[in-house]
């Protein structure tokens, strides 16, 4: 047999020693024989070697075989080495009891016969090589698996890793996309005060060329100062009324308040009167039901309001479209309200109706951020807990906003 195997033979005798060890050594090819002349010397030995099989004499002076086998077996590195007793004889019975109480495998009784010596060994050796490989392959195996763990955790924190750059990335991203709407709210409510302070303006210039013109021609009195000096200040506090209304409405709500639907859709309409007037747009506001509210962020609600509009009035006034025409309607479900809004510009084209609530998706190139839609439907469907749907009917885009009704007031 060959098995690269360690040997350990305990024998007081060292005539019995070398008896075994050349035996042994001339019979197995790969054996490393460890003899050993008392049980301390042996023990000497384990502590070194790495024992695979051991065979005791059981009668020693000082350590015994009972005694080294005990303390082979309570130690945790040793507890599996296989020990076979050498014993004499006449003593066979009571020793092999012994014996395999302390853990003993097997035992041989001396004077030994070879042949049945080395068949047993050799048995036992096939054991000890098989159970060596069986080590060897549970070793690879655990490294091999420890190796996937390591590999895995390493993944894992790798994608841990990764999934906090993108949540940065985002983060930034919505940063900017916030600032960028920002400046877009801005632009539009600055457009927005011009088209609303142009008629005052005139009117203004009006009264002033008016005054002028009196002076000139010496026919100005003090009722003339009085009167236009009355009229000036009244068209300058609708003007800061105007500014005021914008700024109100253009500051986001910290709060949710409870606010009447048609009301405050009345007033968003109000804010573009202007607008509607001076390019022909012609507005149909078809309450069905009043005194709906609903308890939401009021000023956003109005923005969403103001860029569905906005993009409406572009749409009307870029196709040229004869008769412009909006309309706002108000429906109430059981538990729901929807308010559409329907231009006749035509509808939404099908190719890039799924575009339309992207951040910067626009067709108006440079008149267009490409911002209102997709502000307007993270306000509605993340800040109001509402949805934001863009169809086409037959005459043009219908946008719906839809809320879950928060009350309902009686007096209609
Ligand atoms: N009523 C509508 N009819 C037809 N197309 C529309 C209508 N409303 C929006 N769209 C389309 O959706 C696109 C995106 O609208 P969105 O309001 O998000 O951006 P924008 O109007 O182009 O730019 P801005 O950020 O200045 O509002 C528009 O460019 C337009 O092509
Ligand atoms: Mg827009």
Same mark, same amino acid.
Not at 116 to 122: A, E, G, H, K
Not at 310 to 320: E, F, G, I, T
């Given at each position: 047999v060959t098995c690269e195997c360690n040997l350990l033979i305990v024998d007081d005798v060292e005539d019995n020693l070398f008896l075994l060890e050349d035996v042994l050594? !001339? #019979?197995? !090819? =790969? +054996?490393?024989?460890?003899?050993?002349?008392? /049980? #301390?010397?042996?023990?000497?030995?384990?502590?070194?070697?790495?024992?695979?099989?051991?065979?005791? !004499?059981?009668? +020693?002076? /000082? +350590?015994? /075989?009972?005694?080294?086998?005990?303390?082979?077996?309570? &130690?945790?590195e040793t507890e599996e080495m296989p020990v076979i007793f050498l014993t004499a004889a006449y003593k066979s019975k009571e020793f092999i009891q012994n014996g395999f109480k302390n853990g003993a495998v097997d035992y041989i009784i001396k004077p030994f016969d070879v042949d049945?010596?080395?068949?047993?060994?050799?048995l036992y050796l096939k054991i000890i090589k098989q159970q060596n490989q069986l080590k060897g392959l549970n070793c690879e195996l655990e490294e091999k698996v420890a190796l996937q763990t390591a590999e895995l955790r390493d993944l894992n924190g790798r994608l841990e890793e990764r999934v906090q750059e993108e949540l940065h990335k985002n983060k930034e991203k919505d940063h900017l996309i916030y600032q960028q709407s920002k400046l877009a709210i801005m632009g539009e409510m600055t457009r927005m005060i011009a088209h609303q302070w142009r008629q005052p303006l005139t009117s203004l210039l009006a009264i002033i060329q008016s005054i002028e013109f009196k002076d000139r021609i010496n026919?100005?009195?003090?009722?003339?100062?009085? #009167? =236009? =000096?009355?009229?000036?200040? #009244?068209?300058t506090q609708k003007m800061s009324t105007v500014i005021d209304d914008f700024q109100s409405f253009f500051k986001p709500d910290k709060q949710k308040t409870e606010f009447l639907v048609d009301k405050t859709i009345s007033k968003t309409l109000a804010l573009m009167e202007a607008e509607f007037v001076s390019e022909g747009i012609e507005i149909e506001f078809d309450i069905k039901v009043t005194g709906i509210t609903i308890v939401s962020y009021k000023n956003e609600f109005i923005q969403v309001l103001l860029n569905i509009l906005? &993009? =409406?009035?572009?749409?009307? +006034?870029?196709?040229?479209i004869q008769d412009k025409k909006i309309k706002i309607s108000v429906v109430l479900s059981a538990s729901e309200i929807a308010i559409s809004v329907e231009d006749n510009a035509g509808g939404i084209p099908d190719d890039i109706i799924s575009f339309i609530f992207d951040p910067y998706f626009s067709t108006k190139s440079q008149n267009g951020s490409g911002m209102g839609l997709f502000m307007s439907k993270i306000i509605i469907e993340e800040h109001m807990n509402g949805k934001l749907i863009a169809n086409n009917s037959e005459s043009g885009a219908v946008f719906s906003l839809i809320f879950p009704i928060g009350f309902i007031s009686t007096n209609r």
């Open positions: 050594e !001339d #019979e197995f !090819d =790969s +054996m490393n024989v460890f003899p050993a002349t008392s /049980g #301390e010397a042996a023990l000497e030995i384990i502590k070194n070697n790495r024992i695979d099989l051991a065979i005791l !004499d059981i009668q +020693m002076p /000082g +350590m015994n /075989g009972f005694e080294l086998c005990k303390r082979i077996k309570s &130690n945790k049945q010596l080395i068949n047993r060994l050799t026919k100005l009195t003090k009722d003339d100062i009085k #009167e =236009s =000096s009355v009229k000036a200040k #009244e068209i906005k &993009n =409406s009035v572009d749409v009307l +006034m870029s196709k040229n």
